[in-house]
């Protein structure tokens, strides 16, 4: 984990609890990370359940990709250093708004094991819930999507440190939640991630 560089500095806790929030808002926060290869498909099963959730009157509140790196993050690059520093960011980000009672929807590549391990570890030492999904699509179902060209750039040599093919993706070893994008449609994966939630009492708040 980083290093706390300043000094002299102590949490403050508010009077407002964070089951107050839940009552409030009639929901249990959660953080749910949406990992896998660029053109998996992550970002559209999180839109369309950031829609559904609407529907059902649960608030949430999505985190994705690019989005956070024209904002927030846009000073860090591709490097292995800087795409832990991405997620790490992204991580406490995360681990903030699920405080509120947010249901976070995080979209993101994240390709290596141990930062996203780290990612559950903030949350788990405040007592928050992360819920990893495994977004799993064949390299070559990725490729042949392409949205954005950036697998026929990286190929060309156009595009250095590209997850998948000159750098690594490491596999969630035991997600909470597996969509199988290329074999599911997106409203079926979508369905999948409601039933979890629904199950283990998410969209519902503490008595």
């Known amino acids: 984990m980083t290093d706390q560089v300043a000094t002299n500095v102590h949490w403050h806790d508010g009077d407002i609890t ?22 998996s498909g992550k970002s559209s099963v999180a839109v369309a359940l950031e829609q559904r959730l609407y529907e059902m009157g649960h608030l949430s509140y999505r985190l994705d990709g690019d989005n956070i790196r024209l904002g927030i993050n846009k000073n860090l690059g591709f490097s292995a250093e800087d795409r832990a520093e991405n997620i790490r960011r992204i991580g406490e980000i995360a681990k903030l708004f699920a405080d509120t009672g947010v249901i976070t929807l995080s979209s993101f590549i994240s390709p290596y094991r141990q930062d996203r ?51 690594p993706y ?8 597996h969509l199988h994008t290329a074999a599911m449609s997106v409203e079926q994966e979508v369905d999948t991630v409601i039933d979890y939630l629904q199950q283990h009492g998410y969209l519902r708040a503490p008595q």
């Open 18 to 39: 964070r089951e107050d929030r839940a009552r409030l808002i009639q929901q249990r926060g959660a953080t749910l990370w949406f990992t896998g290869l660029s053109g």
């Open 117 to 167: 391990d780290r990612v559950r570890e903030i949350h788990e030492s405040a007592d928050l819930t992360f819920i990893e999904v495994f977004v799993d699509c064949p390299l070559e179902e990725a490729e042949k999507r392409d949205p954005k060209g950036l697998y026929k750039k990286a190929r060309a040599g156009e595009i250095k440190n590209f997850t998948g093919i000159d750098d």
């Open 170 to 177: 490491e596999a969630p070893l035991a997600p909470e939640i």
